[in-house]
């Protein structure tokens, strides 16, 4: 057994469950429970599986063009990969390869660190204030990158893009990446600024707003210089990481904004009628600008509820962490969902009162 000792070993990152019953409440992994776009659906349909003989375009260019054109860059400064994970990694790889460490808040989504220790990047984790903000001095020290999202995940907090602006100016040195997946249920991006901060990548996915989870699309903006970077890493390690169907669609789903808007608008609304709804039960929670809540209750453990819930088939997420362990992340899914949700509370705390 002498070749483990030359075994990378890493403690991988945990995903949310994907249950295999078909009549379950997903709450759990902020998928979008509208589907996507319909031109998705008619190249899903119509797809040609001749070309599949060949290997996809490795440079995405209908998809890269399609993305610079809706956010007024040129493609140049677009890299698309598979989902933002993929991206995220390949950014990491790249850009933090210094000998300070990068800096994340302590409660963010809890990829970076998993990558940070795959690659051997040193890291510090910036504890969110107790209102879960961001501390932005944190920011002002000595590293070797910054990564954050906005919205952050899993809290919901939005932060205002003037501190962003601040960090990156801050910190000539160090590329700062804004994680911008769930920008689209009530942020502002960054996009516009990526020409004015020459360190500044913004990092976006088509697995929520655009309902593509299941495909694994993601992408990252920023100037050309940086993109060229990224690609060469990205071309060091596998050309053809798209597939065919993924670009088509991807594509598509970038054409059609009028859908892109609605189910975008759908999820806002559902999002605030679900904060009177568990704030009139009981619920905390910060102002959430994206597609999932983060709750903890005055009275009810989050475990137990957690729990309770999942007994009842309704999936949302829970972290036995430090910090986090008394809330309960909840994606925001149809009314209908939500309604059910709200009901099955209603009764349960009800019943857990009378107890
Ligand atoms: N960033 C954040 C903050 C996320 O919550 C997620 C979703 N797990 C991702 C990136 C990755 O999403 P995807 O790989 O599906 O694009």
Redesign the pocket.
């Known amino acids: 057994m002498n070749w483990e000792k030359n075994v990378r070993r890493v403690e991988p990152y945990v995903a949310g469950e994907q249950p295999k019953a078909e009549d379950v409440i997903k709450l759990n992994?902020?998928e979008c429970p509208y589907p996507p776009a319909p031109a998705v659906r008619r190249i899903a349909e119509n797809l040609d599986c001749d070309k599949l003989r060949l290997y996809p375009d490795m440079n995405a260019e209908k998809l890269v063009n399609a993305l610079a054109e809706y956010y007024h860059v040129s493609p140049a400064q677009v890299f698309v990969g598979v989902?933002?994970?993929?991206v995220?990694a390949m950014a990491f790889m790249t850009f933090f390869n210094g000998e300070q460490p990068i800096l994340f808040p302590d409660i963010t989504?809890s990829?970076y660190d998993v990558w940070a220790e795959l690659l051997r990047i040193p890291y510090k984790r910036c504890p969110l204030d107790e209102n879960f903000c961001i501390k932005k001095e944190d920011y002002l020290a000595p590293n070797g990158g910054i990564i954050i999202?906005n919205p952050n995940?899993p809290t919901g907090v939005l932060e205002d893009i003037s501190m962003f602006e601040e960090i990156a100016s801050a910190n000539p040195d160090s590329v700062v990446i804004v994680?911008e997946?769930?920008v689209d249920f009530g942020g502002r991006s960054m996009i516009p600024l990526v020409d004015k901060y020459d360190n500044l990548m913004v990092v976006q996915?088509?697995?929520k707003s655009r309902a593509m989870?299941g495909m694994?699309i993601?992408f990252a903006i920023a100037n050309e210089k940086m993109i060229g970077y990224l690609k060469d890493v990205k071309f060091s390690f596998n050309s053809y990481t798209m597939n065919m169907p993924a670009i088509e669609m991807g594509t598509a789903a970038v054409l059609d904004d009028a859908y892109f808007k609605e189910i975008v608008g759908k999820i806002i609304k559902t999002r605030e009628w679900t904060k009177e709804q568990l704030g009139r039960l009981g619920f905390a929670f910060s102002d959430s600008q994206s597609n999932f809540l983060f709750v903890t209750h005055k009275s009810a453990p989050a475990k137990e509820i957690f729990l309770a819930l999942k007994e009842n088939n309704i999936y949302v997420r829970y972290w036995n962490k430090p910090r986090i362990d008394n809330y309960l992340r909840i994606t925001i899914g149809t009314d209908e969902q939500m309604e059910k949700l709200v009901a099955f509370l209603e009764d349960y705390l009800k019943e857990r009162k009378n107890d």
Request: hydrophobic share 30%; charged share 20%.
């Open positions: 992994t902020n989902g933002s994970d993929d995220l989504y990829f999202p995940a994680d997946a769930y996915t088509f697995s989870a694994r993601g």
